[in-house]
């Protein structure tokens, strides 16, 4: 019995070990967690990006120095909530 309680106590102490290596905070299971919320949050990142591009892109259409006179129409249009007589009005239903 003695000579087996050494080898015992140290297996309970390596399956403690290994059970918090596995399920601890810092363990395996978290770590992988961590790594699909790191790509969840790249992808919403990279989304983030691509539409502050589009504004970026859209603002300096409406800068002084390369205004674009279709972009103004399309904002004053917006903005006034007017339509050109010629204009075709497609009525959306509203989600």
């Not at 019995?1 to 810092?26: E, N, Q, S, T």
């Not at 770590?31 to 691509?50: F, P, S, V, Y």
Request: charged share 25%.
């Amino acid at each position: 019995m003695k000579r087996a309680a050494v080898p015992a106590a140290c297996a309970v102490i390596a399956l403690y070990f290994a059970y918090h290596a596995l399920v601890g905070d810092f363990g395996l299971f978290a770590w992988l967690e961590l790594q699909r919320e790191q790509a969840a949050l790249d992808e919403r990142l990279a989304g983030a990006q691509a539409e502050r591009l589009e504004l970026e892109h859209r603002v300096t259409l409406m800068r002084p120095e390369s205004l674009d006179p279709d972009m103004l129409d399309e904002r004053a249009r917006e903005t006034l909530n007017l339509a050109h007589p010629n204009d075709i009005t497609i009525f959306r239903n509203a989600r």
